[in-house]
């Protein structure tokens, strides 16, 4: 692409929109939009397959604005390109209920990819979304048929994606995994909110992504659309290695006093600065004006929708050569689970509470685990190098690998990895997991101990905000992984996940409930779940018939999130409860344990198991007063933090609220008073405060 007065005044159109939307809201970010205006121009311009039309098209060419702050610089790209984002909404920019909001968020603004703004996180989600594509295209694709999963992925980043550390998990992850369609543009201007990062940022950024095992461009001129339009088409032809476009650009490009300044950064260029810019770059329409001409250059329409019907052409090709093959595509690419889904998940179910295991709830989980992955082909599993803990590996899940030249390996029947050795990378795995999601065509989930879901969470954050179908599993839950101490001793945890809005948090007590949270999360289509499993044995739990009972929708009572375990007339008092236990997890045997105790002591306890209150605090008020019966005082007991108890009009709640300690797992229980006999004396203690 050569630069030419119209390419030149495609870029001043994003400049100038950029200046224009800040300066309306008066907040926002218009230097960086400014700086990547002719990479914009190259990219979309020349390279990037999409079409406006249908911005889900399966086999489009992703995007991702790592760099979220700029968002101007998307924005305007979707306006000019023809998708459903009128000026009316750019002149709305950051304004409520707009589509253009201070970052972009997906599902919000048609043809963004995916929410981005946590510097960082964006590049990694185009790793799993890169990832996502390398997976599908070698399970899917045939010979004769390469092109039905055939797209790449694009992402923009900036000095401050690479300054935060999940760009080195990530980078160092797609390098590894050799994701050759993933290229990624750094919009190297050198300036960050502070000013200049030179003091602070002087990693050789080249030398950096060699060592990781990319393939490394540049530095080009960022603000010559015909140098970095050859970059791109360069990055196109590696085949085996991501590859990393270092584009030098200027901050507010065109501003003729806040260009290079951290002034271009986070505020708007103010009406005199905007005037000043306009006439140095030769942009004389109005604010919010763009002309026909310019429309016309930029427009995509036509060119997006001749690439799908190419793609439609071979893909009816494919399907009648591969009708099995391709039906199964479109089904996983919409989200949707096979026909057989709910049976497997009763079957599984009703296996779990007929074999009345006493195991560990990891191991419930990789038990469950088993039975869904040959079912569901879509599971995507893998661990931050704890597999044999948290035990994320099935038989039908061997790990992924790829040779020399970056392919798939497969094994003699032909089946890819589907579980992944992240390694030590938490956050990385966490956000690339995201990725996959995003993309498409698989439910990825992966494992970790719970306490180090701290390194995890603004993914998670993010995966809760986006709605997207994302699984952890965190095992290790609580004290009773003993001797390792307070470090790995999850205390707060469980109750910080259960903050997240529209993240479903499970500890299960045993392997029925395992399996019911599994079959849950992996229901929910628009929403992450996070399964907090034991370490140590637990014993089965019998469960009344009314608790396992398939409903229409092939789940049970204990997919309510609560349900009543054991009433008094269980442990042989006839009357009805003076106070009701609630526990979640291992400590659902230590309620009812207490109950025994409390039996003999004539006191008569029900027993509730709240395996989740995020998902219980959504029922009815009918269901939760059946569950919860007014005016009998509550006890709840958890190996973690108190505070998220009393909303349940608890009396007295035992927990911990201090670190653990390294000892033996029954040490560590006595000690802080997860006994049942600790817990019979608060129920009683709670009833005679009453009387």
């Excluded at 968002?71 to 709305?92: C, D, F, R, V």
């Excluded at 709840?636 to 033996?664: L, R």
Aim: hydrophobic content about 40%; overall charge neutral.
């Amino acid at each position: 692409m050569a630069t030419t007065p119209n390419t030149q005044q495609m870029a001043n159109a994003i400049r100038a929109l950029a200046m224009d939307a800040v300066q309306a809201a008066n907040s926002g970010h218009p230097g960086a939009p400014m700086g990547m205006a002719d990479m914009a121009v190259a990219l979309w311009g020349q390279h990037l397959s999409h079409n406006p039309a249908n911005p889900n098209w399966l086999n489009r060419d992703r995007f991702v604005l790592s760099n979220g702050h700029g968002s101007m610089l998307i924005y305007a790209l979707l306006h000019l390109t023809g998708y459903k984002l009128p000026m009316e909404e750019l002149k709305n920019f950051r304004k409520l209920h707009s589509k253009t909001a201070g970052h972009p968020e997906v599902g919000v603004t048609p043809g963004v990819e995916t929410t981005t703004g946590p510097l960082g996180q964006g590049l990694t989600n185009a790793v799993g979304m890169a990832l996502a594509e390398k997976l599908l295209a070698s399970e899917f694709n045939r010979d004769g048929h390469h092109g039905i999963v055939d797209h790449h992925t694009y992402v923009f980043m900036g000095d401050g994606c690479l300054m935060e550390g999940i760009s080195h998990e990530a980078a160092a992850l797609a390098g590894a995994w050799k994701l050759g369609k993933l290229i990624a543009l750094y919009d190297d201007n050198g300036i960050s909110i502070d000013g200049q990062v030179a003091p602070w940022f002087i990693d050789n950024t080249a030398q950096r992504f060699v060592a990781y095992g990319w393939n490394v461009i540049g530095p080009v001129n960022g603000n010559d659309a015909q140098a970095v339009g050859t970059a791109v088409a360069e990055a196109k032809q590696s085949n085996d290695r991501p590859t990393l476009i270092i584009c030098k650009t200027a901050i507010g490009f065109g501003s003729p006093n806040r260009a290079n300044t951290a002034k271009a950064h986070g505020e708007p260029l103010g009406a005199e600065e905007i005037a000043l810019t306009r006439a140095a770059i030769g942009w004389s329409h109005a604010p919010f004006v763009i002309p026909k001409e310019v429309y016309a250059d930029w427009d995509a329409k036509a060119a997006g929708k001749a690439a799908e019907q190419a793609w439609n052409e071979k893909f009816a090709a494919y399907k009648a050569a591969f009708p099995a093959q391709a039906k199964e595509l479109l089904r996983r690419m919409k989200g949707d689970l096979p026909k057989n889904f709910v049976q497997t998940a009763v079957d599984t179910v009703i296996a779990a509470h007929t074999k009345a295991e006493t195991v560990a709830s990891r191991k419930a989980s990789q038990l469950a685990l088993e039975a869904f992955t040959a079912a569901l082909p879509e599971l995507l599993g893998g661990s931050a190098d704890l597999t044999g803990s948290n035990l994320t590996n099935t038989k039908s899940t061997p790990n992924l690998r790829f040779d020399m030249h970056g392919t798939v390996v497969k094994t003699a029947e032909g089946q890819g990895g589907r579980h992944i050795n992240y390694g030590v990378r938490e956050f990385g795995m966490a956000a690339i997991m995201n990725g996959v999601a995003l993309h498409g065509g698989f439910i990825p989930y992966g494992g970790t101990f719970l306490t180090f879901s701290d390194y995890s969470r603004n993914a998670i954050r993010m995966a809760a905000l986006m709605k997207q179908r994302v699984i952890h599993v965190f095992t290790h839950d609580s004290i009773g992984l003993g001797e390792d101490g307070p470090t790995h001793q999850s205390i707060e945890h469980a109750a910080s996940l259960r903050l997240i809005p529209n993240l479903d948090v499970w500890r299960p007590g045993d392997t029925a409930e395992t399996a019911v949270a599994w079959t849950v999360a992996l229901q929910n289509k628009s929403k992450p779940t996070a399964l907090l499993l034991s370490r140590q044995n637990i014993s089965y739990a019998p469960k009344a018939e009314s608790a396992l009972a398939p409903d229409a929708c092939g789940l049970d009572a204990i997919s309510k999130g609560a349900y009543v375990l054991a009433e008094p007339s269980e442990v042989g008092l006839k009357k009805k409860p003076q106070a009701v236990i609630i526990a979640t997890g291992s400590e659902v045997q230590l309620a009812l344990h207490a109950q025994k105790l409390l039996a003999e002591r004539k006191v008569a306890v029900r027993v509730v198991s709240m395996p989740s209150t995020t998902t219980f605090d959504l029922q009815s008020a009918e269901y939760k007063s059946a569950v919860l019966p007014a005016g009998v005082p509550r006890v709840a007991v958890e190996m973690g933090s108190t505070g998220g108890w009393w909303k349940y009009g608890t009396a007295a709640v035992v927990g911990i609220d201090t670190y653990g300690e390294s000892a033996p797992a029954p040490v560590l229980f006595k000690h802080f008073g997860f006994t049942p006999e600790n817990v019979a004396d608060t129920v009683q203690s709670v009833l005679q405060r009453k009387a």
